[in-house]
């Protein structure tokens, strides 16, 4: 993929927090400044009407990426553009315009929701605040937005608790829409939901950026749903992007043992009986990663380099990973393989 013509893209982006204790106390008993690196030197590029969705277990910093990019928290390093033009734009009173260009589904519709608000209101209020439209053409744009989301305009008057989850989600996503974006970054759209609704909220995502030429950042703790949306995946761990690939590449042939991890967590209904590697021990606490390979304390194939050295992100064909393991050839190809060794390793 061509760097410069890339419609989002995010280079060595980082986002840590000051976690130390309040500064008097902290300068009186000489304690040292702690920090959280939640990002670390991510780096990703996505094209217009493609969908990059972002996979990890929770506390990887996977939604501090998606709030990096719309502008919710500012990066601490890096470089993140859209469109061409820096995301640091967006704080300033000439970044109006490019708000609107990109708007934030949240994972929980209730929350995300003002409870007190009638849904034409919900929907209505972007409009208000980006557009220039009369109230006559406010409220035929709600009507639009609804009927496009699967809702019927006649529930333009009712509060968001009269709704199920799903239709939640619906109204959350009209919202999105409201200001006509390009690009919408997804943070866990689904999770939240029972699974016959799921499929229900992707399959109308999936229409609507075919529809409307949307591109998304989508954000999934949860491989097999990802599967159903993602043109690529990139998978990270503990602040950093281990493994990016096209989707059927990494469930064809993940290359990263965490990524192997997180496929064996997917129940199998093929009846084929899989090769699974098991899921072994906790993330490591963020404030206190471990030296190398922050995944090494779970690795299997873990050697003393891996303790020692930070693997740098090469490429493997066409999939970019973060492995000694997969870069100097001691990683299995095999699931069977695979598994046997990570047995013997617990
Ligand atoms: Fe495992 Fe080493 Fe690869 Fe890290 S670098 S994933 S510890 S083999």
Redesign the pocket.
């Given at each position: 993929m061509s760097e410069t013509t890339a419609f989002v893209k995010v280079q060595d982006a980082s986002c840590w927090f000051d976690v130390s204790a309040p500064w008097l106390e902290r300068v009186l008993k000489r304690r040292p400044r702690i920090q959280l690196k939640a990002v670390n030197g991510v780096s990703f590029s996505l094209q217009k009407g493609e969908t990059l969705a972002l996979v990890g277990e929770s506390g990887c910093g996977k939604s501090t990426v998606a709030r990096l990019l719309v502008g919710l928290y500012e990066a601490t390093g890096g470089y993140i553009e859209f469109d061409g033009q820096p995301i640091s734009k967006l704080r300033t009173r000439e970044g109006k315009h490019l708000r609107q260009r990109l708007q934030m589904i949240f994972q929980d519709p209730y929350a995300s929701l003002n409870p007190r608000w009638r849904v034409a209101r919900i929907i209505a209020e972007p409009l208000k605040v980006h557009g220039r439209m009369s109230r006559a053409e406010r409220e035929a744009r709600v009507d639009v937005l609804l009927e496009q989301v699967g809702l019927s305009p006649s529930d333009r008057n009712r509060y968001p608790h009269q709704f199920s989850g799903g239709q939640r989600q619906r109204i959350s996503i009209a919202r999105a829409l409201a200001a006509n974006p390009e690009f919408l970054v997804c943070d866990e759209p689904t999770s939240a939901l029972d699974v016959s609704v799921q499929a229900q909220v992707l399959n109308l995502m999936k229409r609507l950026q075919r529809e409307l030429g949307l591109t998304y950042l989508f954000i999934s703790h949860n491989l097999a749903v990802v599967h159903h949306v993602a043109d690529r995946i990139a998978v990270m761990y503990l602040g950093k992007i281990v493994e990016l690939a096209t989707r059927d590449e990494l469930f064809e042939r993940p290359r990263?043992?965490?990524t192997r991890m997180l496929l064996s967590a997917i129940p199998d209904t093929s009846g084929a009986g899989k090769q699974r590697v098991p899921v072994a021990g906790e993330v490591p606490n963020p404030l206190n990663p471990p030296t190398g390979?922050p995944?090494?304390p779970r690795?299997p194939?873990?050697?003393d380099i891996?303790r020692n050295e930070m693997?740098a992100t090469l490429p493997d064909g066409a999939t970019l990973v973060a492995?000694?393991?997969?870069q100097q050839g001691w990683?299995p190809d095999s699931d069977a393989e695979a598994t046997a060794v990570a047995t013997s390793a617990r």
């Open positions: 990263h043992p965490y390979c995944f090494h690795c194939y873990a050697r891996c693997p492995c000694h393991g997969v990683i």
